[in-house]
């Protein structure tokens, strides 16, 4: 990924730490694990300072989102709505934003089975848990 896609991705997840008016420490740490785990060479201190500098999508912010390759758009979104799960509800305020970045490319039936892919990735999760706990 190339430095302006890494912010831009950088940027969007942002966005969802601070939709519902503040980025807890579970949403930064969130962010920072999954932009390492995409690839991208930015360090800690400028993911924090691009997470505290950027809380609302804006026209630009949508522009270069439109001008991520496909695969990245997509990792993007699988990340955006990973970031919104982070505290167990996906506030109205969340879902707003990922419907913002997922029209650019999906419609909005489309976007629903994201939100059924994310419940279903949620009580996996849960149960994983459940049956793997220590004792």
């Known amino acids: 990924m190339e430095n302006n896609q890494q912010q831009t991705f950088v940027k969007v997840l942002a966005c969802l730490a601070w939709a519902d008016g503040s980025a807890s420490g579970d949403e930064m740490k969130k962010v920072c694990d999954l932009v390492s785990s995409a690839g991208a060479n930015l360090d800690k201190a400028t993911i924090v300072a691009l997470v505290d500098s950027t809380r609302k999508i804006t026209p630009d912010l949508l522009w270069d989102v439109e001008a991520l390759p496909f695969d990245i758009f997509v990792g993007l979104l ?8 982070v505290d167990k509800v996906v506030s109205v305020s969340e879902q707003t934003v990922i419907r913002q970045i997922a029209s650019i490319h999906y419609t909005p039936e489309k976007i629903a089975k994201m939100y059924e892919w994310l419940l279903a990735k949620r009580k996996a999760d849960r149960l994983f848990e459940e049956a793997f706990e220590h004792g």
């Open 78 to 85: 699988v990340f955006a709505l990973e970031v919104a799960a």
